[in-house]
């Protein structure tokens, strides 16, 4: 069970790292797409700055690299292996994952990429 004071709460919802009292995001719904990364300047329940240095999330694009591979490797086993799809019709499943869960996936990267740095201190 997923609860407050995990790591892997903050990374799948998007909750300040520190406290895991409110969204880092300014709107939760990834796929409100002009809002997608758009994100709140600071908690206001712990005041942790999510933007810790001018160009911070940047490193997130390295982490979004792998989890876009995830998705993608899932995508083909499931299509392939699982549901034995032609190589093409494979490729194709993934390349629409890849495109419909982008926004979750830029989202969990920058979750990831915040929590490597921040540790949970619930005081």
């Known amino acids: 069970m997923i609860k407050k004071?995990?790591?892997?709460?903050?990374?799948?919802f998007g909750a300040c790292p520190k406290c895991h009292q409110e969204s880092m995001y300014t709107n939760k719904n990834p796929y409100a797409l002009p809002d997608t990364l758009r994100m709140n300047e600071k908690c206001s329940h712990c005041n942790l700055k999510y933007q810790i240095e001018p160009s911070f999330f940047y490193g997130s694009m390295y982490?979004?690299?792998?989890?876009?591979?995830?998705?993608a490797v899932a995508a083909f086993v499931i299509s392939y292996l699982i549901f034995e799809s032609s190589?093409?019709?494979?490729f194709i499943a993934i390349i629409?994952?890849?495109?419909?869960?982008?926004?979750?996936?830029?989202?969990?990267?920058?979750?990831?990429?915040?929590?490597?740095?921040?540790?949970?201190?619930?005081?």
């Open 5 to 12: 004071g995990m790591k892997l709460y903050s990374i799948l």
């Open 63 to 71: 982490v979004s690299y792998g989890v876009g591979i995830a998705f």
């Open 87 to 90: 190589p093409t019709s494979a």
């Open 96 to 123: 629409i994952t890849l495109i419909g869960f982008m926004p979750i996936i830029m989202r969990l990267a920058r979750n990831i990429w915040i929590n490597l740095f921040v540790k949970y201190n619930p005081s």
